[in-house]
Protein backbone atom coordinates (compact mmCIF):
# COMPACT_ATOMS: atom_id res chain seq x y z
CA UNK A 1 0.00 0.00 0.00
CA UNK A 2 1.45 3.40 -1.08
CA UNK A 3 0.93 7.06 1.19
CA UNK A 4 -2.36 7.31 3.24
CA UNK A 5 -3.37 3.28 2.76
CA UNK A 6 -3.52 3.89 -1.24
CA UNK A 7 -2.05 1.01 -3.46
CA UNK A 8 0.15 2.25 -6.25
CA UNK A 9 -0.98 3.82 -9.18
CA UNK A 10 0.70 1.33 -11.43
CA UNK A 11 -1.56 -1.81 -9.78
CA UNK A 12 -4.82 0.27 -10.17
CA UNK A 13 -4.26 0.85 -14.17
CA UNK A 14 -4.62 -2.68 -14.38
CA UNK A 15 -7.28 -3.31 -12.17
CA UNK A 16 -9.54 -0.50 -11.19
CA UNK A 17 -12.05 -0.77 -14.07
CA UNK A 18 -14.63 1.66 -14.13
CA UNK A 19 -18.04 0.89 -15.69
CA UNK A 20 -18.93 4.19 -16.70
CA UNK A 21 -22.28 4.85 -18.42
CA UNK A 22 -21.79 5.69 -22.13
CA UNK A 23 -24.19 8.50 -23.30
CA UNK A 24 -26.14 7.54 -26.55
CA UNK A 25 -24.78 9.56 -28.88
CA UNK A 26 -23.37 8.99 -32.89
CA UNK A 27 -19.48 9.01 -33.04
CA UNK A 28 -20.18 11.28 -36.07
CA UNK A 29 -22.92 13.87 -33.63
CA UNK A 30 -19.71 13.12 -31.50
CA UNK A 31 -16.64 14.12 -33.47
CA UNK A 32 -19.07 17.13 -35.17
CA UNK A 33 -19.74 18.56 -31.54
CA UNK A 34 -15.73 18.50 -30.55
CA UNK A 35 -14.25 19.70 -33.62
CA UNK A 36 -11.70 22.20 -33.06
CA UNK A 37 -11.53 26.01 -34.37
CA UNK A 38 -8.66 28.43 -34.68
CA UNK A 39 -11.48 30.96 -35.18
CA UNK A 40 -12.73 30.44 -31.94
CA UNK A 41 -9.51 29.98 -30.51
CA UNK A 42 -8.12 33.52 -31.59
CA UNK A 43 -11.30 34.44 -30.16
CA UNK A 44 -11.22 33.14 -26.83
CA UNK A 45 -7.67 32.14 -25.68
CA UNK A 46 -6.50 35.49 -27.68
CA UNK A 47 -9.11 37.85 -26.63
CA UNK A 48 -9.03 36.82 -23.29
CA UNK A 49 -5.04 37.57 -23.35
CA UNK A 50 -5.85 41.07 -25.28
CA UNK A 51 -8.13 41.78 -22.34
CA UNK A 52 -5.42 41.21 -19.84
CA UNK A 53 -3.01 43.08 -22.20
CA UNK A 54 -5.69 46.01 -22.34
CA UNK A 55 -6.37 46.16 -18.51
CA UNK A 56 -2.79 45.70 -17.29
CA UNK A 57 -1.50 48.52 -19.83
CA UNK A 58 -4.03 50.70 -18.13
CA UNK A 59 -2.87 49.80 -14.67
CA UNK A 60 0.54 50.29 -15.12
CA UNK A 61 -0.15 53.86 -16.93
CA UNK A 62 -2.58 54.46 -13.94
CA UNK A 63 -0.32 54.08 -11.55
CA UNK A 64 2.70 55.80 -12.87
CA UNK A 65 0.20 58.92 -13.77
CA UNK A 66 -0.84 58.80 -10.19
CA UNK A 67 -4.39 58.40 -10.95
CA UNK A 68 -5.14 55.96 -7.96
CA UNK A 69 -9.04 56.27 -8.22
CA UNK A 70 -8.22 55.08 -11.77
CA UNK A 71 -5.36 52.60 -10.98
CA UNK A 72 -7.82 50.89 -8.04
CA UNK A 73 -10.19 50.45 -10.72
CA UNK A 74 -8.26 49.24 -13.16
CA UNK A 75 -6.43 47.06 -11.06
CA UNK A 76 -9.57 44.96 -9.94
CA UNK A 77 -10.42 44.78 -13.51
CA UNK A 78 -7.02 43.39 -14.68
CA UNK A 79 -7.02 40.76 -11.78
CA UNK A 80 -10.74 39.57 -12.25
CA UNK A 81 -9.83 39.08 -15.68
CA UNK A 82 -5.70 37.16 -14.96
CA UNK A 83 -7.65 34.96 -12.07
CA UNK A 84 -8.74 32.83 -15.03
CA UNK A 85 -5.27 32.14 -16.52
CA UNK A 86 -4.55 29.60 -14.41
CA UNK A 87 -8.02 27.62 -13.55
CA UNK A 88 -9.73 27.85 -16.31
CA UNK A 89 -7.34 28.99 -19.89
CA UNK A 90 -4.54 26.86 -18.65
CA UNK A 91 -7.10 23.68 -18.26
CA UNK A 92 -9.19 23.84 -21.03
CA UNK A 93 -5.60 24.44 -23.32
CA UNK A 94 -4.33 22.08 -21.71
CA UNK A 95 -6.99 18.97 -23.41
CA UNK A 96 -5.51 20.48 -26.57
CA UNK A 97 -8.80 20.81 -28.13
CA UNK A 98 -9.04 25.16 -28.09
CA UNK A 99 -7.23 25.41 -31.57
CA UNK A 100 -7.45 22.96 -34.26
CA UNK A 101 -3.72 23.58 -35.08
CA UNK A 102 -1.81 21.94 -32.19
CA UNK A 103 1.33 23.73 -32.70
CA UNK A 104 -1.04 26.77 -31.26
CA UNK A 105 -2.93 25.00 -28.51
CA UNK A 106 0.91 24.05 -27.02
CA UNK A 107 1.67 28.05 -27.28
CA UNK A 108 -0.91 29.22 -25.24
CA UNK A 109 -0.96 26.33 -22.74
CA UNK A 110 2.57 27.40 -22.04
CA UNK A 111 2.09 31.21 -22.35
CA UNK A 112 -0.92 31.18 -19.69
CA UNK A 113 0.75 29.06 -17.89
CA UNK A 114 4.09 30.58 -17.20
CA UNK A 115 2.40 34.24 -16.34
CA UNK A 116 -0.39 32.23 -13.87
CA UNK A 117 2.22 30.33 -11.79
CA UNK A 118 0.82 26.91 -13.29
CA UNK A 119 2.74 23.57 -13.73
CA UNK A 120 1.21 21.89 -16.70
CA UNK A 121 3.36 18.66 -15.98
CA UNK A 122 2.11 18.40 -12.51
CA UNK A 123 -1.33 18.98 -13.35
CA UNK A 124 -1.74 16.93 -16.84
CA UNK A 125 -0.30 13.63 -14.64
CA UNK A 126 -3.20 14.37 -12.34
CA UNK A 127 -5.96 15.57 -14.93
CA UNK A 128 -5.27 12.20 -17.20
CA UNK A 129 -6.18 10.06 -14.10
CA UNK A 130 -9.03 12.38 -12.49
CA UNK A 131 -10.51 11.88 -16.20
CA UNK A 132 -10.41 8.37 -16.35
CA UNK A 133 -11.16 7.33 -12.54
CA UNK A 134 -13.51 10.34 -11.90
CA UNK A 135 -13.80 10.57 -8.18
CA UNK A 136 -13.05 7.19 -7.59
CA UNK A 137 -10.16 7.57 -4.92
CA UNK A 138 -8.11 4.34 -5.22
CA UNK A 139 -7.52 6.09 -9.24
CA UNK A 140 -8.08 10.02 -9.14
CA UNK A 141 -7.11 12.29 -5.75
CA UNK A 142 -7.23 15.27 -7.67
CA UNK A 143 -10.97 15.63 -6.54
CA UNK A 144 -11.43 14.24 -2.74
CA UNK A 145 -15.39 13.99 -2.02
CA UNK A 146 -16.91 15.93 0.45
CA UNK A 147 -15.55 19.16 -0.51
CA UNK A 148 -16.19 21.94 2.34
CA UNK A 149 -15.48 25.66 1.18
CA UNK A 150 -15.12 27.98 3.74
CA UNK A 151 -17.44 31.13 4.38
CA UNK A 152 -15.66 33.49 6.58
CA UNK A 153 -15.86 37.27 5.78
CA UNK A 154 -11.87 37.47 5.30
CA UNK A 155 -12.11 34.18 2.83
CA UNK A 156 -14.61 35.93 0.55
CA UNK A 157 -12.46 39.82 0.77
CA UNK A 158 -9.24 37.93 -0.07
CA UNK A 159 -11.18 36.55 -3.24
CA UNK A 160 -12.29 39.93 -4.25
CA UNK A 161 -9.07 41.40 -3.61
CA UNK A 162 -5.60 39.95 -2.68
CA UNK A 163 -5.65 35.48 -3.25
CA UNK A 164 -3.19 34.96 -0.45
CA UNK A 165 -3.95 31.85 1.31
CA UNK A 166 -6.33 30.26 -1.04
CA UNK A 167 -9.06 28.09 -0.70
CA UNK A 168 -11.35 24.91 -2.06
CA UNK A 169 -10.84 25.25 -5.95
CA UNK A 170 -8.49 28.67 -5.26
CA UNK A 171 -5.19 28.52 -5.43
CA UNK A 172 -3.68 31.31 -2.95
CA UNK A 173 -0.20 33.45 -3.92
CA UNK A 174 1.78 32.03 -1.20
CA UNK A 175 0.95 28.07 -1.44
CA UNK A 176 1.07 28.62 -5.21
CA UNK A 177 4.82 30.33 -4.60
CA UNK A 178 6.19 27.80 -2.02
CA UNK A 179 4.47 24.87 -4.56
CA UNK A 180 6.27 26.19 -7.08
CA UNK A 181 10.21 26.38 -5.48
CA UNK A 182 9.31 23.17 -3.73
CA UNK A 183 9.52 21.62 -7.19
CA UNK A 184 11.55 23.45 -8.71
CA UNK A 185 14.56 21.85 -5.75
CA UNK A 186 13.43 18.40 -6.39
CA UNK A 187 10.07 18.18 -3.89
CA UNK A 188 6.79 17.78 -3.93
CA UNK A 189 5.53 21.03 -4.18
CA UNK A 190 1.71 21.53 -3.65
CA UNK A 191 1.13 24.40 -6.11
CA UNK A 192 -1.07 22.21 -8.18
CA UNK A 193 -1.74 18.86 -6.24
CA UNK A 194 -1.92 17.78 -2.53
CA UNK A 195 1.28 16.16 -1.65
CA UNK A 196 0.36 12.50 -1.29
CA UNK A 197 -1.08 12.84 -4.72
CA UNK A 198 1.71 14.25 -6.23
CA UNK A 199 4.22 11.64 -4.49
CA UNK A 200 1.94 8.87 -5.92
CA UNK A 201 1.87 10.34 -9.07
CA UNK A 202 6.11 10.87 -9.57
CA UNK A 203 6.28 7.08 -8.31
CA UNK A 204 3.98 6.13 -10.82
CA UNK A 205 5.41 8.45 -13.54
CA UNK A 206 9.33 9.02 -12.58
CA UNK A 207 10.34 10.85 -16.13
CA UNK A 208 7.27 13.14 -15.72
CA UNK A 209 8.76 14.95 -12.54
CA UNK A 210 12.25 16.07 -14.64
CA UNK A 211 9.73 18.20 -16.72
CA UNK A 212 7.78 18.96 -13.94
CA UNK A 213 11.04 20.35 -12.19
CA UNK A 214 12.15 22.34 -15.31
CA UNK A 215 8.57 23.90 -16.37
CA UNK A 216 8.87 25.10 -12.38
CA UNK A 217 12.51 26.64 -12.77
CA UNK A 218 11.53 28.04 -15.75
CA UNK A 219 8.27 29.84 -14.01
CA UNK A 220 10.36 30.98 -11.07
CA UNK A 221 13.75 32.42 -14.28
CA UNK A 222 10.76 34.36 -15.99
CA UNK A 223 8.94 36.03 -13.07
CA UNK A 224 12.14 36.92 -11.40
CA UNK A 225 13.15 38.61 -15.02
CA UNK A 226 9.79 40.42 -14.59
CA UNK A 227 11.04 41.60 -11.11
CA UNK A 228 14.25 42.39 -12.22
CA UNK A 229 12.95 44.44 -15.24
CA UNK A 230 10.55 46.57 -13.22
CA UNK A 231 13.04 47.20 -10.91
CA UNK A 232 15.70 48.41 -13.65
CA UNK A 233 12.90 50.46 -15.19
CA UNK A 234 10.79 51.87 -12.44
CA UNK A 235 8.17 49.95 -13.59
CA UNK A 236 6.98 49.19 -9.97
CA UNK A 237 2.95 48.28 -11.10
CA UNK A 238 4.63 45.85 -13.49
CA UNK A 239 4.99 42.68 -11.57
Known amino acids: MGNAGYEPLQKVRKDLKVAWYRCPVEHSR ?22 AIVTG ?34 HELGHGTVFR ?17 HNIHEYAMSHTYHHRYTLHPRGDREVLLPQHSKTGILYFLQLFTFNVFGGLFTSGCIPIV ?22 ALYSAHPEERRHAVRWARLILFFHCGVMAVAAIT ?3 ALP
Open 234 to 236: QLW
Open 101 to 117: TKSLNRLFLRLYSIISW
Open 178 to 199: KGTIQTAFGGFGTSVLPKEWSE
Open 57 to 90: AATVYFFHQGLWFSFTVALFCHGTVATFFKGIAA
Open 30 to 51: LRELMRPSDLQGWLQAGGHLGV
